[in-house]
């Protein structure tokens, strides 16, 4: 019965639209929330390309086109070398550096499975500078081009005027096409890649990464809908922006444009242009999308615009005007929640479709378009990586990520294969302590480490005692080991030959998602584990530690520097007494390059440094200390004034994030103060009080 309604109402309004179209009226019907083009338009547009797709692109599915058994070794991703006289654009450079420092790059031809050209072709608009020539003898000539077999092609723009077919000039065979302005109509599902259009000035990493998210509720914002931009008098694209006058109140609507563009615009201008350019100067573009609550994204002469990503980047919530644009990364991302797209034929809906959404819903999809925005496109590195990824996707069918691992943080970027977000950030009840023992005396009854066991092993929270055994001396006998409750298991594992990062590695065998790491010298008592285990699970997506240090920038030797000086803020907690989730360690396995990991095993505290900006990069948050009573007792490491070699450790790290993630924080969590009533609390944690543990 539903189903039959709703057929009923789409050849209906499908009959209707038609008529509309022919006879040229605006339609004043409801505006559909979807990226479907009309019907008719699909027909029309598929009879004029027709003879083009043909000519240029295969019918291409990953079963026809793509090789899978080259892809043996894993995905890997080769490119070929430069070519001297064929010079590259930045923002391929960019491109092909992010590449450079993936973890799937490889220089191995042999077992390459992805092929990505060293020819700019971003820019295939012939009448652009950036365009490139005879490009097609280039590409034939190269070695594994194989008609495009198992290639991916980067492209911006493509086609020229007057009509902007996709045309890249050049034939594409079986090459995936990782494109800008993807239209409905030529795309290959699930073989092509939409991406979006980005500016020269794009970061290549990093990103704008202090740009905070708004978390005011009820959002209210000086105007509800924005544009500022270029118009086109005539020609393709020109229609809606020339329109936009209509709907610009001067109030809580601000739709302005120019004609001020390109060399000859004074002979193309039309009567309104005068007016317009004067309007249009009023207003700030930066101002103006930052106070507004929708800003509008009208195609431009190809389907997609700049606009698109810089108004999700300022927490505008865009309205697509764009018929038969395929969004960037639709495949992936689920846009009904961040955007609302439209009819471009139905412009003069747009401010009754935006004021009718409730305050509630606008923050919604302002918050998911920003994290959108931050996860995936706020650098050509994470522009690449989604592509790559996506690409990826398709064939390791091992381990399909859900579209919540995609839409929601910390995104499928950071998404391992091991886990699914739904846990990713749940605290356990119960953690796994991992002990680190080095020392090269004698150990019995009455060493400091039985004490440290025995207070770890009398917490009501421990499942699991992991001793990772460095010593070169004896171990103990199982039943020297002070005597715990049935509740918990001790473990003793012999790792041979010294190497810091194995604290790391081992925390993976771990059953629990909480690990708390302590180093064999650490004085600490049962309430103080249990204390910061109880704070860990009110914020287990952070390290939970005692001892801090934090970094500063020298402008003299333009490097990071990590300082134990006991200032008010930190930025790092060390692991010699540390809660952390075990995803991290996850990350740090699975994410990191191996040259970083190398460093990490090498220098002492490397590891602690890289955790810390890990899940700083994350959840964008300072890791928490907790107060303790007395000195830890530990390592005189962390006490120094700057610890100079941990400075390469986070240079190193600063390199591959693009930017330094790590946050200062004031905060410190004392058991004396946290959650319950003073009285109370002195008894539940009585013995940090005496600080006799
Ligand atoms: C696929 O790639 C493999 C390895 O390079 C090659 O031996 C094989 O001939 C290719 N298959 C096709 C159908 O091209
Ligand atoms: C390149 O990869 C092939 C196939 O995986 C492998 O047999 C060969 O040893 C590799 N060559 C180098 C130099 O690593
Ligand atoms: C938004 O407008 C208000 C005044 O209406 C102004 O104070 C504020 O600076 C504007 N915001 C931005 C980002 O320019
Ligand atoms: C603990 O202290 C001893 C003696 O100072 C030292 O040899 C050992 O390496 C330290 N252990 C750790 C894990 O740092």
Not at 298 to 320: A, M, N, W
Not at 420 to 429: I, R, V, Y
């Amino acid at each position: 019965m539903r189903a039959k309604q709703r057929y009923v109402l789409v050849i209906v309004s499908c009959a209707f639209l038609i008529l509309c179209y022919f006879s040229g009226y605006k339609v004043e019907g409801p505006m559909e929330m979807s990226v479907e083009p009309p019907c008719f338009m699909e027909e029309i547009e598929d009879n004029i390309l027709s003879d083009y797709k043909s000519k240029y692109r295969e019918r291409c599915t990953m079963e026809s086109c793509f090789n899978f058994s080259k892809c043996q070794s894993g995905f890997k991703v080769f490119v070929y070398p430069t070519i001297n006289d064929l010079p590259l654009t930045p923002t391929y450079q960019k491109i092909l550096r992010s590449v450079y420092l993936s973890k799937y790059y490889t220089q191995n031809v042999s077992e390459a499975c992805l092929f990505i050209l060293s020819i700019d072709t971003l820019d295939r608009d012939v009448l652009s500078n950036d365009y490139v020539r005879d490009i097609e003898s280039y590409i034939l000539n190269l070695e594994h081009w194989n008609s495009g077999e198992n290639h991916i092609v980067f492209n911006l723009y493509s086609g020229t005027w007057p009509d902007y077919y996709e045309d890249l000039g050049f034939d594409t065979g079986k090459a995936i096409l990782a494109k800008a302005s993807m239209a409905e109509s030529t795309y290959r599902y699930d073989f092509d890649v939409s991406i979006p259009l980005v500016h020269k000035e794009h970061p290549e990493k990093g990103g704008d990464v202090t740009h905070s998210y708004s978390s005011h509720l009820p959002d209210m914002k000086t105007h509800l809908l924005g544009f500022k931009g270029k118009r086109y008098v005539y020609g393709i694209g020109s229609e809606t922006r020339n329109a936009l006058y209509h709907i610009h109140n001067k109030h809580d609507i601000i739709a302005v444009t120019t004609c001020k563009h390109g060399k000859s615009w004074k002979d193309m201008k039309d009567e309104r242009c005068d007016a317009d350019n004067k309007e249009y100067e009023r207003y700030d573009y930066d101002v103006l999308i930052q106070n507004s609550s929708y800003c509008l994204v009208p195609r431009g002469r190809r389907l997609g615009s700049f606009r698109f990503v810089e108004v999700i980047q300022f927490g505008c919530i865009p309205v697509i005007l764009s018929n038969g644009w395929k969004l960037p990364f639709f495949e992936v991302i689920d846009w009904t929640k961040a955007a609302i797209t439209g009819d471009e034929r139905l412009l003069f809906q747009a401010p009754d479709l935006v004021r009718s959404i409730s305050p509630l819903q606008a923050f919604n999809m302002r918050q998911t378009s920003q994290l959108l925005w931050h996860i995936y496109f706020s650098s050509i590195d994470r522009i690449v990586h989604t592509t790559l990824e996506i690409v990826r996707e398709r064939f390791d069918r091992l381990m399909p990520r859900t579209s919540s691992n995609w839409n929601a943080a910390p995104g499928a970027l950071l998404t391992l294969d091991s886990h699914n977000s739904l846990n990713l950030f749940q605290p356990s009840s119960k953690f796994t302590a991992i002990v680190l023992v080095k020392s090269t005396e004698f150990v019995n009854g009455i060493s400091h480490l039985y004490k440290l066991v025995q207070n770890i092993g009398q917490s009501k929270y421990v499942t699991r005692i992991l001793i990772l055994w460095q010593s070169p001396m004896k171990q103990p006998y199982k039943r020297q080991w002070p005597k715990l409750g049935s509740h918990v298991k001790l473990e003793v594992v012999a790792i041979p030959n010294i190497s810091s990062s194995y604290k790391l590695v081992f925390s993976l065998r771990i059953p629990t998602n909480a690990v708390f790491s302590f180093s064999e010298n650490v004085t600490i008592s049962t309430g103080e584990i249990d204390f910061a285990f109880n704070v860990w699970m009110a914020f287990s997506g952070r390290i939970v530690g005692f001892e801090s240090a934090s970094h500063y920038w020298d402008d003299f030797e333009s490097k990071w520097y990590v300082t134990g000086k006991r200032l008010n803020q930190y930025s790092m907690v060390f692991l010699n007494a540390a809660i952390y989730h075990v995803y991290y360690v996850d990350l740090f396995q699975s994410w990191l390059k191996e040259d970083i990991k190398r460093e990490a095993t090498q220098v002492p505290g490397c590891e602690d440094v890289i955790l810390n900006m890990i899940a700083s990069h994350i959840t964008r948050k300072a890791p928490i200390k907790v107060t303790q009573r007395r000195n830890l007792g530990d390592t005189p490491l962390f006490h120094r004034q700057e610890i100079s070699s941990l400075s390469s450790c986070m240079n190193l790290l600063t390199r591959f994030f693009g930017y330094n993630p790590l946050l200062r924080s004031e905060v410190r969590m004392d058991p004396v103060l946290f959650k319950d009533s003073v009285s109370n609390l002195r008894k539940k944690y009585k013995d940090i009080e005496l600080a006799n543990p």
